[in-house]
């Protein structure tokens, strides 16, 4: 069984940065891709962002390319999405997942998830 736990959400005038981290459990964390979603009050679950198995490749929705960028850490079994030049726009419950790949799939959906961080941004 594979747990996510997401951290570092928090409330964020606009303009600010913040840093989210999801932290895996499990021995075969570095063998898949893994990626970050959200959810804003009343809409879908969109993609945000994902990076293959080794970090070599990463992928962004257009709303965030240039402004948000995601990493890995295999040893510690931890991705992470740093987050600059936040709007409004970009308040929504953060979720981290895992894929059943090794490489990013457009269009795919995590098949392990976390519980999800709340980000607020404030204008």
Not at 90 to 115: E, I, K
Request: contains cysteine.
């Amino acid at each position: 069984q594979v747990q996510l736990v997401e951290s570092g959400g928090g409330l964020v005038q606009a303009g600010g940065s913040l840093r989210l981290s999801c932290a895996a459990s499990g021995r075969t964390f570095s063998s898949y891709a893994m990626g970050w979603f959200r959810q804003a009050p009343g809409k879908e679950r969109e993609f945000v962002a994902a990076i293959s198995w080794s970090g070599g490749y990463t992928y962004y929705a257009d709303s965030v390319k240039g402004r948000f960028t995601i990493s890995r850490d295999n040893a510690k079994n931890t991705v992470y999405l740093q987050m600059n030049s936040l709007q409004p726009e970009d308040t929504a419950v953060y979720y981290c997942a895992r894929y059943s790949t090794s490489y990013y799939r457009p269009g795919a959906q995590g098949d392990y998830w976390g519980q999800g961080t709340q980000v607020t941004v404030s204008s």
